[in-house]
């Protein structure tokens, strides 16, 4: 027994020892050179591998900043404190922009006309691509949830109005239903932005057209283009748009609105505030 | 002669019996034309008249400078009420220009003709500058413009007339083949000369065998204007879709028109009948393209009719004007085009243009639509693929989001002909996919190409 | 470098002599009962089929028959004081390979019992060969091994007839079965040859003169 | 004492290494053809665990983070090889059915798991709890399947007849495709457990932030 | 815009009458005469297995639909078509019991696990055969002579000829078991039906009417049913067996038919399908000669299905196919 | 025994996965697409015959003479993965093109049972020095053709509308259930 105990420990510790010594030397050897920074920067990102930064996944986004490559912000799904962590690793500050997803139409089923009885793949996509547009309204929202489809945050819902629903608490801005929309009517908007907007794309310049079309529809009369104090509000391609540098959030222009068109981001879509107390709100 | 045809296929009901008969009526009087700008295949180009301005008929209203650019013309005489969006026969809305016709002040005349031109002896520049300006384009269906295509930068050996309507229900390529043969020739012949092609081959398929010996008329009589001018009948089996540019090549010649390709890379020409008596037309009359003839047809019109209407005729004003009759309460679909390929519309306020190769009014009986249901795999749509694809596998790949599979089994190959949707006993709407699928891929390219710039 | 390599080195295998030393440890308390584990399973079987057996004295010179059959081991059985009969561990083709069986036979040149060592055959088929569930004959409560106890080697072993089958395991059954007549068979003839014979007592005596003269006419 | 026992939790359902984890599958597929094989096999199973975790937390401090992994093998390995000589010399059935998945307790990743991801960094009363409760929610599963494959397949449980006579034992269930398929329903139905957890871990938190505020 | 809405669709707006429940039923109708002959020759009680298993085929899929709350599939017959289809597979004495749970198996697992009507990997059919072959192989391979219409009092236990064979029978001998004069009698009484063996697989010339049947109506598709048929004559030929009796026993007319051509499990391209046919000859003639079961057709079809996904990518090449991938278009790889 | 019986012996009758639950881990994990299937099923090949090579003599000609035969699994998971981490490092530096194909799958194959498995029972099925390549080839291909089948089939269900409870990884174990239950097929196939 004591024979087979010393033979055993002879042995395994010889071996045991040339293998250390190997992998030791042959690590040495072998050795090529890795940015440890990669690893770092993808130890960082929220691994969720949604590409909304615009690389293959996060290992593409990690080896890209670490490279220098790409800036530290990109990162949407894992907001500002993914940016500052990058930021920490490569040594610059940057701060990314806490964005989320609006939908310019409010053409539900029962406000926007229907163009005909669409019958095929229920898909924005394909309804679009065969009919134009389902709806009366060639750039109005198709209703088949494309954008839902994709979001890998949970952060929108198909609504029984026919529109999707973004739940803003959820939406991190990483603009994969932005990219997927046919129709291009979602938009990407800061989190914190006050002010006027327009929930409505029809580019159709002739009123008649969007009336028949749409009860919600920007009718083109322009009564917020004049009507607006700050002069913020100009026509482009046929939508109005606000300045946001100049807009002050009077309210001007939602109230004058006949279809009711324009709406105020802070407090109607966002609600990242109350409403002004004219009435008592809930 | 033999009967030759090409692999896969379907055979559709062709319900032809409607129109087959009724000889060609000729529309002349409308109460205003909706004429879109753009209505070929290629850059989009600018109105050049302004509203309230009177044009006569056969009067460029709309061009632009490029090569894949065809001019628009007036198609009545009239005054320019509007310029504005219109939902067009493809299911957009597009630049419209709106004309109602007026007759000309006295002495004036109401059209605006080119001077006649003789392609057998003109140069070949000037022969293809004439068909540019007179706005021709593939009246089959696409819209391609033909100045484009007789310019070939390849030697071509045959010149194939397309009369092989494989549609189901259109029926005036058969009657333009009954009615105006000598024109159909004439036109082979000039694209021949154009193209300088030995050699010219009349498609029909088995199913207008009534046509043929009104053609071998015209032949013969052409013949003796024109000796030495090698012009041919060709008959093919009736299938869909034989008159797709590619499986009529394939039919008549064996040739495949490679991957990517254009008929030109076998030394083919093919163009639509239609076409063709508007190329004479150009020639012969200086007249532009500004009407052309379309079957009215589906159950539920009542009126089954062959038409020649000006561009830009709105079809319920066909209707208002008594020349149609609709069933209104069996109208359930309303299409422009064969029921294959054709785009399923609104409505039928909406403008003949000059790829309307009919218009279709099925009633509900025949507007059948399914939902779909899983593919249970039973091969029906590869044997009657006509390009040879997997559509069952095709559809696969596009639905996982796998585009660059798709690509590599060939997305970009399918002529979307639709026969793989008919036989689909699933009903599955595979060319929809295909076509959503297209698109995404090539969106997605053109980012690639982009990104690697 | 190097001394850090040889640090490391020092840690494995510093490790790796703790580990195998305890190891070693472990082994040589379990190395006999490990090594005489296949022993303790067969002389545990060969007490089964010999319940007052108490000496298993291996043999040899056992001849088989049939190519196909191989003899691993054999023994004479006997109390303290007389012998009681022979077992062979015998080896030999089945259904799917090689199946190894532990057949007993007494004086009285009749099985004593079957026990099926290793058997690889398909599940619910031949491999019920091994079941202790399984009976060929319900009624009895016999099983496929079971059912050739007590049978004479005089007998004459055919399946379907005096063996009965595992249901749709015919081909399992026949070689089973030739495995244990040839076994059998070569006992016997060793027995014969060794002129081994059972204690003359009544009865018995009669049953081997019948046996030795049935088998003489057999061959 | 809390703290351990939640340790000692994660492992029996929250982490359980084969249904949550969905490592060290092999055996627990292949041993499973009756309730004494998984039995077995947990037991073993736990014993390398419990052991090795124990050795490499002891150690942890001393251990060079370059010949890390290969320390663990050889812990590892020593009492596996413990664990094989053990059973061949005082279970033969068992070390026989089981086969040569015994010594593969040796390159289950539950274990190189446990050892690199927890031990090597947590004091020995974790350790205890966290490879006790890894060990049992091994064990647990592999009984649970067992049982199933048994009854069914056999009807027994444990080796002792359970089922009536009459039963006529399928016999897929005891077979190796039969293994595959009860394993897949048995992932099948913890991830359906595992979302219902969530869906009311969240329900309660939502509730408890609802309060708060 | 008038009021009332019009279809929109995508082209093409024609379609093919021939749907799946068309199809499904046409497979129904092929194996009926199969069906009734064998009913014919093994009376009650292989009515009882036909009736048992198309039953709870349907029920299954009916009960699991309802169960996963997914669209309603039953009114396709293919549900139908697979307990038929298992039923002829199987002995005429199998229990119902073990009949019924098979054909649960074969729609529950291999069928609605994987989603479904055309999204099955392997034919659910084959798949409850062996199912029950493994769970229950005495039960499974217990055959009897058939008796006629009438109730037996103890159905007769039989050995198939490829049973008799693999234990080493002569031919002749198998024929004369079989109640044949010889071996030429003995082809013939297997063509027509006479033996023992599963309830739809008796008589060849039946189930061949049935398979050419659908052949001619267009619903399958020559290439599987002869490369399997013809692979499996010439394997026998070249393995020393006797290639009429390889053909004419052990379902191989049957499996080429309405096995192997099963949609869902069969590869879509031609040549796929070509390879598929003569890899399930190939395997059934291993099985048959070196393997563990007298008949290996099962087997060799549910193997062959494992392949198929791959036997798919060989495919045609597409309409004017330019073979060697441009030096300009680097990332267009050729088609294989 | 012959070679080529023991080589599909391994390969189909005893299949490593679907008949003998080994490398179930990388089994699952890596079958996501057919490409990376091939690639690991290699590598694992690759690695199996080479851990043959070196555990058989080590074995028979250190651990038999030196009366160590109980080291047995604790000298062969030391020798294969001191062997992955070897071709690891040479073909990271000397081969990259081989080591980008196959390279990732590399560290995967240190606790990949299926070759500790192989090996084990070279020594316990008394095989030869030929007969264990043999062997450790069927096997590790055996192990290739069940990802490959495996993934094939996963290629197949991407777009079915499998039931939500089945969805991921339960129906992977489905299918692998009934590939099992096609190769029973070949039971009984070699003697």
């Not at chain 1, 163009?115 to 547009?133: D, F, M, Q, W």
């Not at chain 5, 649960?104 to 072959?133: S, T």
């Not at chain 5, 398979?211 to 013809?230: E, T």
Request: aromatic letters at 8%; hydrophobic letters at 45%; one cysteine or more.
């Amino acid at each position: 027994m004591v024979t087979t105990i010393l033979v055993t420990i002879g042995f395994s510790a010889l071996l045991a020892f040339v293998i250390g010594i190997a992998l030791a030397f042959f690590r040495e050897k072998f050795k090529v050179e890795r940015d440890p920074k990669i690893d770092e920067v993808r130890d960082a990102l929220p691994g969720a591998n949604c590409g909304g930064c615009g690389f293959p996944g996060c290992d593409g986004y990690a080896e890209a900043v670490a490279t220098g490559r790409a800036p530290v912000n990109k990162c949407t799904a894992g907001g500002a404190a993914t940016t500052e962590a990058l930021g920490k690793i490569m040594g610059v500050s940057a701060v990314a922009e806490d964005k989320v997803a609006v939908l310019l139409c409010q053409g539900t089923h029962e406000k926007a006309v229907a163009k005909g009885e669409y019958v095929g793949i229920p898909t924005c996509r394909a309804a679009k691509l065969s009919t134009g547009s389902v709806k009366a309204c060639a750039w109005g929202c198709q209703g088949y949830g494309d954008c839902v489809a994709v979001c890998k945050f949970d952060a929108l819902a198909m609504g029984d109005d026919g529109l999707p629903h973004v739940n803003y608490d959820n939406c991190t801005g990483c603009g994969m239903c932005v990219e997927e929309c046919p129709q291009k009517i979602l938009t990407l908007v800061p989190r914190d932005r006050v002010g006027s907007i327009v929930l409505c794309s029809n580019r159709n310049t002739v009123k008649a057209n969007v009336i028949k079309t749409c009860k919600v529809g920007c009718i083109k009369c322009e009564l917020c283009v004049r009507s607006c104090p700050e002069k913020a509000i100009t026509m482009v391609n046929g939508v109005p748009v606000t300045d946001y540098a100049k807009c002050t959030s009077c309210g001007i222009c939602v109230e004058k609105c006949p279809t009711k068109c324009y709406k105020m981001l802070e407090t109607d879509v966002l609600g990242t505030k109350k409403k002004v107390p004219v009435m008592a709100e809930a | 002669m033999s009967i030759k045809t090409f692999k896969g296929g379907a055979h559709p009901p062709e319900r032809k019996e409607r129109s087959e008969e009724k000889s060609i009526e000729r529309v002349t009087s409308v109460s205003q034309v909706v004429i879109p700008v753009n209505q070929h295949f290629g850059a989009p180009i600018q109105p050049l008249v302004k509203v309230g301005e009177y044009v006569k008929a056969g009067q460029k209203i709309a061009d632009a400078e490029g090569r894949m650019t065809v001019p628009v013309h007036a198609s009545v005489a009239g005054i320019v009420k509007k310029i504005e969006p219109r939902l067009q026969s493809n299911n957009t809305e597009g630049l419209c220009i709106i004309i109602e016709p007026k007759e000309p002040e006295e002495g004036e005349s109401s059209t605006d003709f080119m001077p006649p031109l003789d392609p057998f002896t003109c140069s070949k520049e000037e022969a293809l500058a004439r068909i540019r300006a007179a706005g021709i384009v593939g009246m089959g269906g696409a819209g391609f413009p033909a100045h484009v295509k007789l310019a070939p930068s390849k030697p071509i050996s045959v010149v194939i007339a397309n009369a092989a309507e494989c549609e189901p229900y259109l029926t005036i390529d058969a009657r333009t083949l009954v009615e105006m043969p000598e024109k159909v020739v004439e036109g082979v012949a000039m694209v021949m000369k154009i193209v300088n092609a030995p050699e010219g081959v009349i498609a029909i398929e088995e199913n207008k065998k009534f046509a043929i010996p009104h053609v071998e008329k015209a032949l013969e009589a052409f013949s003796k204007a024109r000796p030495g001018i090698n012009i041919r009948i060709q008959e093919l089996k009736t299938k869909y879709p034989q008159g797709g540019e590619k499986m009529l090549i394939t039919a008549i010649t064996g040739r495949e028109v490679p991957s990517g390709g254009l008929p030109m890379d076998v030394g083919c020409v093919v163009q639509n009948v239609g076409t063709l008596c508007a190329i004479v037309d150009a020639f012969k009359e200086g007249k532009p393209l500004i009407e052309r003839g379309f079957t009215v047809t589906g159950a539920a019109c009542k009126t089954p009719k062959n038409l020649v209407a000006p561009i830009g005729t709105l079809v319920s004003d066909l209707v208002k004007a008594g020349i149609l009759e609709i069933d209104e309460e069996n109208l359930a679909r309303v299409v422009f085009g064969g029921p294959m390929m054709g785009v399923a519309v609104p409505g039928y306020e909406i403008p003949v243009q000059k790829n309307t190769s009919g218009v279709l009014l099925m009633s509900r009986d025949e507007a059948q639509y399914y939902t779909e249901e899983t593919c249970i795999r039973c091969g029906r749509c590869m044997r009657a693929c006509a390009c040879r694809l997997s559509p069952a596998l095709l559809a696969v790949a596009v639905e996982a989001g796998d585009y660059r599979e798709a690509e590599k089994i060939g997305l970009l190959d399918c002529i979307e002909c639709g026969t793989c949707s008919f036989v689909c006993p699933a009903h599955r709407q595979l060319v929809q996919k295909f076509r959503v699928g297209k698109q995404i891929l090539r969106a997605l390219k053109q980012k690639e190409s982009q990104n690697a710039r | 470098m190097k001394k850090e390599m040889t640090k490391l080195g020092i840690t494995l295998a510093l490790f790796a002599s703790l580990a195998c030393a305890s190891l070693a440890v472990v082994y040589s308390f379990t190395k006999d009962r490990i090594e005489r584990q296949n022993e303790i399973q067969l002389n545990a079987s060969l007490k089964e089929l010999f319940p007052e057996a108490t000496v298993f004295e291996p043999v040899e010179g056992l001849a088989s028959s049939d190519p196909g059959v191989k003899f691993e081991a054999a023994y004479a059985i006997r109390t303290d004081s007389a012998p009681l009969g022979m077992a062979v561990k015998a080896k030999g083709q089945s259904y799917g390979g090689d199946a190894v069986l532990l057949i007993g036979v007494d004086l009285r040149r009749s099985i004593v019992g079957v026990r099926v060592m290793e058997l690889k055959d398909t599940p619910g088929l031949g491999a019920n060969a091994t079941n202790p569930g399984y009976f060929v004959d319900k009624a009895k409560k016999l099983t496929f091994p079971g059912q050739f106890a007590g049978k004479y080697l005089t007998d004459p072993f055919e399946v379907k007839k005096d063996v009965i089958a595992i249901t749709a395991s015919t081909i399992t059954s026949r070689s089973l079965t030739n495995i244990i007549k040839k076994t059998g068979d070569a006992i016997v003839a060793y027995m014969d040859q060794m002129a081994v014979v059972a204690p003359a007592a009544g009865e018995t005596t009669d049953n081997v003169a019948a046996d030795s003269q049935n088998q003489a006419g057999g061959k | 004492m809390k703290k351990l026992y939640s340790v000692f939790k994660q492992g029996i359902i929250y982490e359980n290494p084969l249904l949550m984890l969905m490592i060290g599958l092999c055996s627990a597929i292949a041993v499973t053809t009756n309730v004494s094989n998984g039995i077995g096999m947990g037991l073993a199973m736990t014993f390398v665990l419990l052991f090795s975790e124990i050795i490499i937390s002891l150690f942890r401090k001393v251990i060079p983070s370059a010949v890390r992994i290969p320390v663990f093998i050889i812990v590892i390995a020593a009492f596996t090889t413990m664990v094989d000589l053990v059973m061949k010399a005082y279970f033969p059935d068992l070390s026989k059915s089981m086969g040569v998945f015994i010594p593969l307790i040796v390159v289950n990743c539950i274990i190189m798991g446990r050892v690199e991801a927890f031990a090597s960094k947590q004091k020995l009363a974790a350790v205890i709890a966290d490879s006790l409760g890894m060990g049992l929610g091994y064990t647990w599963v592999l009984i649970g399947i067992a049982a199933v494959r048994e009854l069914l397949g056999n009807g027994t449980f444990a080796g002792l007849q359970v089922m009536p006579d009459s039963f006529q034992p399928i016999l897929f269930f005891i077979l190796p495709p039969g293994g595959f398929f009860v394993f897949g329903l048995f992932i099948s139905f913890n991830i359906w457990l595992k979302k219902r957890m969530e869906v009311t871990a969240r329900a309660r938190e939502l509730a408890a932030r609802k309060e708060a505020a | 815009m008038p009021d009332k809405k019009y279809l929109l669709s995508s082209s093409p707006h024609l379609f093919s009458p021939v749907d799946t429940p068309r199809i499904m039923l046409s497979v129904v109708i092929a194996l009926v005469p199969a069906t009734a002959y064998g009913i014919y020759l093994y009376g009650f009680p292989a009515l009882a297995v036909v009736a048992t298993s198309i039953v709870s085929a349907v029920a299954a899929e009916f009960l699991f639909r309802k169960l996963i709350r997914q669209s309603m599939t039953i009114d396709d017959f293919s549900a139908v078509v697979t307990g038929l289809l298992l039923a002829l597979i199987l002995p005429p004495s199998t229990p119902l019991w073990m009949v019924a749970l098979g054909s649960i198996f074969a729609i529950i697992v291999a069928k609605e696990f994987f989603g479904g009507l055309g999204a099955n990997p392997f034919n659910p059919a084959l798949i409850g055969r062996a199912f029950l072959l493994m769970s229950f192989p005495a039960a499974i391979t217990s055959w009897s002579m058939p008796h006629g219409l009438a109730l037996p009092a103890d159905a007769v236990s039989a050995a198939t000829p490829l049973n008799l064979v693999k234990q080493g029978n002569a031919l002749a001998d198998v024929a004369k078991y079989f109640g044949a004069s010889d071996v030429g009698a003995f082809y013939r009484q297997l063509f027509m039906g006479y033996r023992s063996g599963c309830i739809g697989e008796s008589s060849i010339l039946l189930v061949a009417i049935g398979g050419l049947f659908l052949l001619g109506i267009g619903v399958i598709q020559w290439v599987v049913p002869v490369s399997v048929i013809g692979s499996t004559f010439v394997f026998s030929l070249l393995l020393g067996m006797d290639p009429m009796l390889g053909v004419l026993t052990g379902g191989i007319v049957f499996g080429a038919f309405f096995m192997a051509t099963d949609y869902a499990t069969r590869p879509l391209t031609p040549l796929g399908q070509a390879i598929f046919g003569i890899g399930i000859g190939l395997i059934t003639v291993l099985i048959r000669k070196f393997g563990g079961f007298p008949e290996g057709v099962t087997y060799a079809i549910l193997i062959m299905n494992a392949f198929t996904p791959f036997l798919n990518k060989l495919r045609v090449k597409k309409y004017g196919f330019v073979p060697p991938p441009k030096p300009a278009k680097p990332s267009k790889e050729a088609v294989k | 025994m012959d070679l080529v019986k023991i080589f599909l012996l391994a390969l189909l009758v005893n299949n490593v996965v679907v008949m003998r639950f080994l490398a179930l881990c990388s089994y699952v994990g890596m079958t996501s697409d057919v490409g990376q299937s091939v690639g690991m099923g290699f590598a694992v090949t690759f690695v199996t015959v080479l851990a043959t090579a070196a555990t058989w003599p080590i074995y028979h000609f250190v651990l038999v003479p030196l009366n160590l035969t109980f080291l047995q699994i604790l000298i062969f998971i030391l020798v294969i993965a001191s062997l992955v981490q070897l071709v690891e490092f040479y073909l990271k530096k000397n081969v990259p093109g081989l080591y980008s194909a196959m390279g990732i799958y590399l560290p995967l194959i240190t606790t990949n049972c299926a070759i500790l498995a192989i090996t084990f029972e070279n020594i316990s099925f008394k095989y030869t020095f030929i007969q264990s390549i043999s062997y450790s080839v069927g096997g590790s291909l055996g192990y290739l053709l069940a990802m490959v089948l495996l993934a094939g089939i996963r290629d197949r269900i991407r777009t079915s509308p499998v039931p939500k409870f089945l969805e991921g990884t339960p129906i992977l174990f489905i299918a692998t259930a009934l590939i099992g239950i096609a190769f029973m097929g070949f039971s009984g196939l070699i003697k």
